[in-house]
């Protein structure tokens, strides 16, 4: 836990990439295989299980010290994260250590051994004495860490494509293919490590997907290098990104954060099982019913179900727009250009002969601005802007510059009132910046409809902190609720109708776009207006 914790501290007390990176490589190569895997789990956020909650945490905590109830929530709402209150508590408390001690537990002894014990244990109170005896082990550092990774919530500033280039650099093998190997299910050990990091072509599993290929927003750069003759040019579909494999008689379909999804569509399974075997494809699922593609928030009824009913196939049948070929025949052909994987992709769809599974649709401009004039039409294709994709680019890792763009449609906006805020996490655990915004309903009442946490700069969020710390009319846990006083505009990308939400609607990513500091409460927009907005966008989807 000793090299852990140094790497954590290393990789949270600086804002360099390179800095990180070196922390990284000096760390991996230094470490156990079964460590370093464990340590990829975690910082790629590929361990979610949460093996105890942090309010299990905080009642083992009071049960164990008697510490005032209240005085914790008081605690809790200056800090703002579970683990590091009880952290900070347990250093002032004397339950930890000053210094690390001598004897050290690997991380993977944490993780296969100590904290699933822990879990297994029904008695509460012999849960708590053996937290509170781990805690008196370590240092204040490891027991905030050891918090995070019982409650399944670690997280530190460093991507995983810092992770993947420091593990390359180390074993000297290529960025791409320690990728491809971390794809789909991977699970801890030292034998998964050791292919890993292998300089030898190692087997993937038949069900493993190939990286992502991912597009940079288009800017100024893009618009100076255009050639239209060069580039392929497709709708971007508001669906969820998918690789379908179909190998070894099997069909696996996989999402872009790597999750396989192939329960939640068998009414695409049962189509895919016809491709040719050894193929891969790169598409984007959709509700498409009757030549009609449908909201995502139809879309997500379908997800994370083991079996999906037989009504809900036939009221909410799913497409798949494919776009890319990745491999044909058994053959990786990412290293051909898209202009060719375009003609091997097409070859299949058509032998497919199924409405549902189509080919993506291109489209054609001459010139930047009928490229601005189509981008502006993408509503009312039912899409969300526009991928512009170099003709004779490979299907690269991740984000290459200059492979791939995304254009999307300026985004829909409500003018919204401050309501509600609650601390952030992380570097900003001790900040308030998750905020709740409202529209009023007949300038009567104010009703939440969408929550947000980005888009501010860190001086507005610091101005808008100390306020909202003097403002606060109620507090409701980790909750306040301020005087409603600033208006802010909203950005989002689609809305529907939602029972689930007081105001009746649902928005889609929504983010502060600016903080309206010229308007004042009573000249937010209303839910007449998003209702306004909610009808317009059924009129672009034809129903």
Same mark, same amino acid.
């Given at each position: 836990?000793?090299?852990?914790?140094?790497?954590?501290?290393?990789?949270?007390?600086?804002?360099?990439?390179?800095?990180?990176?070196?922390?990284?490589?000096?760390?991996?190569?230094?470490?156990?295989?079964?460590?370093?895997?464990?340590?990829?789990?975690?910082?790629?956020?590929?361990?979610?299980?949460?093996?105890?909650?942090?309010?299990?945490?905080?009642?083992?905590?009071?049960?164990?010290?008697?510490?005032?109830?209240?005085? !914790?929530?008081?605690?809790?709402?200056?800090?703002?994260?579970?683990?590091?209150?009880?952290?900070?508590?347990?250093?002032?408390?004397?339950?930890?250590?000053?210094?690390?001690?001598?004897?050290?537990?690997?991380?993977?002894?944490?993780?296969?051994?100590?904290?699933?014990?822990?879990?297994?244990?029904?008695?509460?109170?012999?849960?708590?004495?053996?937290?509170?005896?781990?805690?008196?082990?370590?240092?204040?550092?490891?027991?905030?860490?050891?918090?995070?990774?019982?409650?399944?919530?670690?997280?530190?500033?460093?991507?995983?494509?810092?992770?993947?280039?420091?593990?390359?650099?180390?074993?000297?093998?290529?960025?791409?293919?320690?990728?491809?190997?971390?794809?789909?299910?991977?699970?801890?050990?030292?034998?998964?490590?050791?292919?890993?990091?292998?300089?030898?072509?190692?087997?993937?599993?038949?069900?493993?997907?190939?990286? !992502?290929?991912?597009?940079?927003? +288009?800017?100024?750069?893009?618009?100076?290098?255009?050639?239209?003759?060069?580039?392929?040019?497709?709708?971007?579909?508001?669906?969820?990104?998918?690789?379908?494999?179909?190998?070894?008689?099997?069909?696996?379909? +996989?999402?872009?954060?790597?999750?396989?999804?192939?329960?939640?569509?068998?009414?695409?399974?049962?189509?895919?099982?016809?491709?040719?075997?050894?193929?891969?494809?790169?598409?984007?699922?959709?509700?498409?019913?009757?030549?009609?593609?449908?909201?995502?928030?139809?879309?997500?009824?379908?997800?994370?179900?083991?079996?999906?009913?037989?009504?809900?196939?036939?009221?909410?049948?799913?497409?798949?727009?494919?776009?890319?070929?990745?491999?044909?025949?058994?053959?990786?052909?990412?290293?051909?250009?898209?202009?060719?994987?375009?003609?091997?992709?097409?070859?299949?769809?058509?032998?497919?002969?199924?409405?549902?599974?189509?080919?993506?649709?291109?489209?054609?401009?001459?010139?930047?601005?009928?490229?601005?004039?189509?981008?502006?039409?993408?509503?009312?294709?039912?899409?969300?802007?526009?991928?512009?994709?170099?003709?004779?680019?490979?299907?690269?890792?991740?984000?290459?510059?200059?492979? +791939?763009?995304?254009?999307?449609?300026?985004?829909?906006?409500?003018?919204?009132?401050?309501?509600?805020?609650?601390?952030?996490?992380?570097?900003?655990?001790?900040?308030?910046?998750?905020?709740?915004?409202?529209?009023?309903?007949?300038?009567?009442?104010?009703?939440?409809?969408?929550?947000?946490?980005?888009?501010?700069?860190?001086?507005?969020?610091?101005?808008?902190?100390?306020?909202?710390?003097?403002?606060?009319?109620?507090?409701?846990?980790?909750?306040?609720?301020?005087?409603?006083?600033?208006?802010?505009?909203?950005? !989002?990308?689609?809305?529907?109708?939602?029972?689930?939400?007081?105001?009746?609607?649902?928005?889609?990513?929504?983010?502060?776009?600016? +903080?309206?500091?010229?308007?004042?409460?009573?000249?937010?927009?209303?839910?007449?207006?998003?209702?306004?907005?909610?009808?317009?966008?059924?009129?672009?989807?034809?129903?």
């Amino acid at each position: 836990m000793k090299a852990f914790a140094k790497l954590f501290d290393d990789l949270d007390s600086t804002t360099s990439t390179n800095e990180k990176v070196e922390a990284l490589k000096k760390y991996f190569a230094n470490a156990d295989p079964e460590d370093s895997m464990w340590t990829i789990l975690v910082l790629t956020g590929r361990l979610s299980k949460r093996i105890l909650t942090g309010r299990n945490l905080v009642q083992m905590f009071l049960n164990s010290t008697q510490y005032p109830a209240w005085l !914790f929530d008081e605690s809790y709402d200056h800090v703002g994260d579970t683990a590091e209150t009880l952290s900070l508590l347990a250093h002032s408390l004397n339950l930890c250590r000053e210094i690390s001690s001598r004897s050290d537990k690997s991380l993977t002894t944490w993780m296969e051994k100590e904290i699933p014990a822990l879990a297994k244990l029904e008695n509460e109170n012999l849960q708590a004495e053996i937290l509170l005896k781990w805690w008196r082990q370590l240092t204040y550092q490891e027991v905030f860490i050891l918090n995070k990774l019982i409650t399944g919530a670690f997280r530190v500033g460093v991507s995983e494509k810092l992770v993947i280039r420091a593990v390359a650099e180390v074993y000297q093998i290529s960025t791409d293919q320690v990728a491809h190997r971390l794809t789909g299910n991977i699970q801890a050990g030292a034998e998964t490590f050791q292919k890993l990091v292998s300089t030898e072509a190692t087997e993937i599993t038949y069900s493993q997907p190939y990286p !992502f290929c991912l597009a940079h927003p +288009w800017n100024e750069r893009s618009e100076k290098d255009f050639v239209p003759e060069n580039w392929c040019i497709e709708w971007k579909y508001d669906g969820i990104r998918a690789q379908v494999i179909r190998r070894e008689d099997k069909v696996w379909i +996989w999402s872009r954060g790597e999750e396989q999804i192939t329960h939640s569509f068998p009414d695409l399974a049962e189509i895919f099982m016809r491709l040719p075997e050894g193929t891969v494809l790169d598409g984007e699922i959709l509700i498409y019913k009757n030549g009609a593609i449908f909201p995502f928030q139809d879309l997500q009824k379908r997800l994370g179900r083991k079996k999906v009913a037989a009504t809900l196939l036939e009221e909410k049948p799913a497409g798949f727009f494919a776009y890319d070929c990745l491999e044909f025949k058994g053959k990786d052909i990412r290293p051909e250009p898209l202009r060719e994987r375009k003609k091997f992709l097409l070859k299949i769809i058509e032998s497919l002969d199924d409405q549902r599974v189509r080919f993506s649709p291109l489209v054609t401009v001459s010139s930047l601005a009928e490229l601005d004039d189509l981008r502006r039409q993408a509503r009312e294709k039912e899409a969300e802007g526009l991928m512009i994709k170099l003709w004779d680019g490979t299907y690269s890792v991740g984000r290459k510059t200059g492979n +791939w763009w995304k254009y999307k449609v300026d985004p829909l906006t409500l003018d919204a009132v401050l309501l509600y805020a609650q601390s952030g996490t992380g570097r900003r655990s001790n900040l308030y910046t998750d905020y709740t915004f409202a529209l009023w309903n007949d300038k009567e009442e104010l009703i939440p409809f969408a929550k947000a946490y980005s888009g501010l700069e860190q001086s507005e969020i610091d101005e808008l902190d100390a306020w909202i710390r003097r403002h606060t009319k109620e507090k409701f846990g980790p909750v306040r609720a301020v005087e409603p006083t600033h208006v802010f505009e909203i950005g !989002f990308e689609g809305i529907s109708l939602s029972t689930r939400h007081k105001s009746g609607i649902a928005v889609r990513f929504p983010r502060i776009l600016r +903080w309206r500091r010229d308007k004042k409460p009573e000249d937010a927009d209303t839910l007449e207006t998003a209702n306004e907005l909610l009808a317009g966008a059924k009129k672009n989807e034809g129903t």
